[in-house]
């Protein structure tokens, strides 16, 4: 049993090190606010608690696209970070085929004017 005792104490200090930074702003926080307006969603300068068919700017969901175009972009080229003469033809044309789609997107939404502010 002995040579599981550094494991036991491990399985015990953990949760604790995990817990311990959750749980003090409970205990310390007040629960009386004077601002009820902090407790409200903040949502892009709207009011959280208004119709829900107002209607968008299209430079939001521009935006939004821009911040999305490098999430595929970093996850498909991880496979690619192999050493050159692993990758055979078809991996490389297909590579550079993705990231000329996504070239044409970022520059189609650049010549829009998404990332323009008014």
Known sequence: MSEFAPICIYLVISPLVSLIPLGLPFLFSSNSSTYPEKFSAYECGFDPSGDARSRFDIRFYLVSILFIIPDPEVTFSFPWAVP??????????SMMAFLLILTIGSLYEWKRGASDRE
Not at 84 to 93: A, E, L, Q, R, T
């Open 84 to 93: 050159p003469n692993k990758i055979d033809p078809f991996g490389s044309w």
